[in-house]
């Protein structure tokens, strides 16, 4: 009789962990210097200018910046046959990192997020080791715990304490908004889950300064963009109320099917936040959903000094949250909040025998059934665990874990001290903005949020000659260690400056005086 072999005479050990360790220290040698560039960087970064770093073209802590036919010729990535290893490895980070922006820089104000934090980091590398996915309890039941449990308690934050209040995570803030409108329709409309819209003609409502991520989803979910019904807003960006009442009417006797109202928390230009509660007076009105896209803004609820903002948000059916903007967390992470979670099953839920089981544990044998039934609506929500079946995605990253790590690592009081902070930042700017004669201010003063917008020499009338000086000074500050970027406007285009919680009060002397002498030049 023949023996086996055995099977160390045939397998090599495994060394993984020794592999990951070895990497792992030899990238911490790149990324730290990384950060710790930014850090150093904003010693000085009150004075106008960056440090300069040595590089092939202008290069601060912030970046080293090329047109994209020069970048690609310099970061030429080559996808190898054969491996190229560790020294391959290390040497596309090392180019990754210098050519990249360092959102970790004070110069950073271009968009509405900025870097993470120590925390973040970490919470990213544990995603990465544990690689599973949240679609079925089974293969992530830790994960599964720990996003049940942040959305809950954030969605209480926002009034939606009931026993089947919570949410779910989401791939970004479009993705809770598109979300929204699916089980939107399925819940007040739901024979369109299986029978599709049959011809009508269904419409949404978003105040004029909305996201296009609206117009995105109702394209895709075969509205067509041109059902998204831009409502008016006054002289603060903020939608009128009237002016939403009177859109649904016109659209309802026009033979058409309003059903969803998307009210912004911070708007992505101007910040300003929708007058919720006579935006819901509306929804109630004509029965339609009232959605709360607070991707931006929506974390005021944190603060007890602007939490007023949000005042009526109790009264939406859904809300979008976006954690990696105001509160640090690393991108992506985002919620979906909702009163009533039994509606997202509801409106979502599929058959998929091959994914969700029924099992004979108490716990688990409410989870998801393999029927197309409707759910039965008298069990809480947190009974349901099988998180894929309240969602679009079947693949889905734990990203709950990036928020609820924060938390817990710098406790409500730290996010509440760090939102503070920004508003306090972003107000210091606009005071030094509405002192010079040369600006004026788009944004209120204080601003609604944390982006201060404003023209330049507006008083000139010459739209045209300021658009062109405003891009112009955009791309004269990133040599110089700033970033910010620019929108369209009745009178031109407008500086938009975005703040964050790391950034320094103390920066914006040296900044505006950069600024006018760019003006100058």
Not at 138 to 152: C, D, F, R
Not at 210 to 215: N, R, V
Not at 376 to 393: C, G
Request: charged residues 20%; proline residues 5%.
């Amino acid at each position: 009789m023949t023996s086996l072999p055995s099977r160390s005479a045939e397998e090599k050990p495994l060394q993984r962990a020794e592999e990951v360790n070895d990497l792992l220290n030899s990238i911490q040698e790149l990324i730290i210097p990384f950060i710790r560039s930014a850090d150093e960087d904003a010693a000085t970064k009150h004075t106008g200018h960056g440090l300069a770093i040595e590089g092939q073209g202008p290069r601060t802590a912030l970046v080293e910046y090329h047109p994209p036919n020069k970048l690609k010729s310099l970061f030429d990535v080559q996808l190898p046959e054969s491996s190229a290893g560790k020294e391959g490895l290390l040497d596309v980070v090392q180019k990754l990192l210098k050519y990249s922006v360092n959102t970790w820089d004070q110069g950073f104000m271009d968009k509405l997020y900025a870097s993470t934090n120590a925390v973040g980091v970490v919470s990213e590398l544990l995603l990465a080791v544990l690689n599973t996915n949240l679609h079925v309890y089974q293969v992530s039941p830790a994960l599964t715990i720990v996003e049940k449990t942040t959305s809950k308690v954030l969605a209480k934050l926002f009034g939606f304490g009931g026993a089947h209040g919570g949410g779910i995570s989401q791939p970004g803030g479009s993705a809770s908004n598109a979300t929204s409108i699916a089980i939107a329709r399925n819940t007040l409309h739901p024979e369109t889950k299986t029978d599709g819209i049959n011809g009508r003609r269904f419409t949404l409502f978003t105040s004029a300064h909305g996201h296009y991520s609206l117009e995105k989803a109702a394209q895709m979910f075969g509205f067509g963009s041109s059902a998204v019904i831009g409502v008016a807003v006054d002289k603060q960006g903020r939608m009128l109320p009237s002016a939403l009442d009177e859109a649904v009417q016109k659209s309802k006797d026009a033979g058409e099917v309003p059903f969803y109202v998307n009210a912004t928390a911070g708007t992505t230009v101007l910040g300003s936040y929708d007058p919720i509660g006579p935006i819901a007076d509306v929804c109630e009105k004509h029965k339609l959903w009232l959605h709360i896209d607070g991707s931006w803004g929506g974390p005021v609820i944190f603060s007890a000094t602007h939490k007023h903002k949000l005042e009526g948000v109790e009264r939406a059916d859904s809300i979008g949250v976006t954690p990696h903007k105001m509160l640090s967390v690393p991108m992506t992470c985002s919620f979906l909040l909702g009163k009533d979670m039994r509606q997202f099953q509801r409106a979502m839920t599929l058959p998929a025998g091959y994914l969700f089981h029924s099992d004979s544990d108490e716990d688990a044998s409410a989870a998801n059934t393999t029927e197309a039934s409707e759910p039965d609506v008298s069990r809480p929500e947190a009974e349901i665990w099988d998180l894929a079946d309240l969602t679009p995605q079947c693949g889905r990253r734990g990203d709950a874990l990036k928020l609820a790590l924060s938390w817990i690592y710098y406790g409500s009081s730290g996010f509440e001290a760090s939102i503070d902070s920004a508003f306090s930042a972003a107000a210091t700017l606009a005071d030094l903005v509405s002192a010079n004669p040369a600006f004026s201010l788009v944004s209120e003063n204080p601003p609604p949020c944390w982006q201060v917008c404003f023209y330049y020499n507006k008083q000139d009338g010459a739209a045209d000659k300021n658009c062109k000086i405003t891009e112009s000074i955009t791309k004269k500050l990133i040599p110089r260690g700033f970033m910010v970027d620019y929108a369209p406007g009745e009178e031109g285009k407008f500086f938009r400056v975005v703040v964050n919680p790391a950034t320094r009060r103390g920066l914006w002397k040296g900044w505006s005086r950069l600024l006018r002498r760019l003006v100058r030049s």
